[in-house]
């Protein structure tokens, strides 16, 4: 069993979580993921490994509350446990001699963001990070993004933090002012990722996105995860999560990605009227 040993709501429907998990802790990396489940009959979800402190043996998730098991997941509190936390899983993001990188994340894709940004930051590389949400009241991880890059923008879609407008202003507006970027690394919502890999790839700078699609086992057997890259099917539990941003086929993804939208509503409502009657 893993137990809890903090929960942080960082805004209304996102919430941090340490798990208790010392061999996962010992060998995760930026960029991997772990697969959870809440209790014994609950179902496998991948989530995208946040934090982690090796001393502690502690690893750290932060989620979004969008279906059943993330909203079961919610109701857990300090002290209480999960039946499995399986990793780390997928490759780590590649680091290794980038001397200046822009980390670009929109909303919760900044809790993968963080973790890469901390690491480059570490590693001595220049950091410019920019951050999107679509209001002040959705913000996550400012003062962390603050500690782990030379630069930190924050842009937001109603102008109530940061600068008004979408983060594919503020890096071209990087990019044209003069920064020479090695990689820019993009991570969020799939729409947001497409748009940032059409605005790289017209001043020729390598772009690496972290893609988290349907996952069932995390091991490329079940193919639920499968991606169009370059032309060729790829896994994204074992080729990646990452990969070269201007040869993904965005389209294929998003309409994948929509395809069990109504099924994950039903069961979340169902999920949310169970808990309304036990506090009843």
Same mark, same amino acid.
């Given at each position: 069993?893993?137990?809890? =040993?903090?929960?942080?709501?960082? @805004?209304?429907? =996102?919430?941090?979580?340490?798990?208790?998990?010392?061999?996962?802790?010992?060998?995760? +990396?930026?960029?991997?993921?772990?697969?959870?489940?809440? &209790?014994? @009959?609950?179902?496998?979800?991948?989530?995208?490994?946040?934090?982690? &402190?090796?001393?502690?043996?502690?690893?750290?998730?932060?989620?979004?509350?969008?279906?059943?098991?993330? $909203?079961?997941?919610?109701?857990? @509190?300090?002290?209480?446990?999960?039946?499995?936390?399986?990793?780390?899983?997928?490759?780590?993001?590649?680091?290794?001699?980038?001397?200046?990188?822009?980390?670009?994340?929109?909303?919760?894709?900044?809790?993968?963001?963080?973790?890469?940004?901390?690491?480059? /930051? $570490?590693?001595?590389?220049? #950091?410019?990070?920019?951050?999107?949400?679509?209001?002040?009241?959705?913000?996550?991880?400012?003062? +962390?993004?603050?500690?782990?890059?030379?630069?930190? =923008?924050?842009?937001?879609?109603?102008?109530? =933090?940061?600068?008004?407008?979408?983060?594919?202003?503020?890096?071209?507006?990087?990019?044209?002012?003069?920064?020479?970027?090695? +990689?820019?690394?993009?991570?969020?919502?799939?729409?947001?990722?497409?748009?940032?890999?059409?605005?790289?790839?017209?001043?020729?700078?390598?772009?690496? #996105?972290?893609? @988290?699609?349907?996952?069932?086992?995390?091991?490329?057997?079940?193919?639920?995860?499968?991606?169009?890259?370059?032309?060729?099917?790829?896994?994204?539990?074992? &080729?990646?999560?990452?990969? &070269?941003? /201007?040869?993904?086929?965005?389209?294929?993804?998003?309409?994948?990605?929509?395809?069990?939208?109504?099924?994950?509503?039903?069961? /979340?409502?169902?999920?949310?009227?169970?808990?309304?009657?036990?506090?009843?």
């Amino acid at each position: 069993m893993y137990r809890i =040993v903090r929960k942080k709501v960082l @805004n209304p429907t =996102v919430t941090l979580m340490d798990i208790e998990a010392p061999l996962v802790a010992k060998k995760a +990396e930026p960029g991997q993921f772990i697969i959870l489940r809440v &209790d014994e @009959n609950g179902e496998r979800i991948p989530l995208t490994v946040a934090d982690y &402190d090796r001393e502690k043996g502690t690893v750290t998730i932060i989620f979004q509350i969008v279906g059943a098991t993330t $909203e079961k997941l919610n109701h857990l @509190n300090e002290g209480d446990c999960l039946h499995d936390f399986v990793g780390p899983l997928g490759r780590p993001t590649e680091t290794e001699g980038l001397k200046k990188v822009a980390v670009v994340g929109g909303g919760v894709g900044c809790a993968i963001a963080y973790p890469i940004a901390k690491k480059l /930051h $570490e590693q001595g590389a220049e #950091v410019h990070a920019i951050v999107g949400f679509r209001s002040k009241d959705l913000l996550i991880l400012e003062d +962390e993004f603050k500690a782990a890059s030379s630069r930190l =923008v924050i842009m937001s879609d109603d102008g109530t =933090v940061g600068t008004k407008g979408l983060v594919t202003d503020a890096l071209k507006t990087l990019i044209e002012g003069g920064e020479k970027y090695d +990689e820019v690394i993009a991570i969020g919502p799939l729409i947001m990722m497409k748009f940032v890999c059409k605005l790289t790839k017209e001043y020729g700078v390598k772009t690496i #996105v972290s893609m @988290n699609p349907i996952m069932i086992d995390g091991t490329g057997m079940c193919g639920g995860c499968r991606l169009s890259v370059g032309g060729e099917t790829k896994f994204a539990c074992v &080729d990646g999560p990452d990969f &070269d941003g /201007h040869q993904v086929d965005f389209d294929e993804a998003m309409a994948r990605s929509t395809a069990y939208k109504p099924f994950e509503r039903a069961q /979340h409502e169902a999920t949310c009227n169970l808990f309304k009657q036990e506090v009843k």
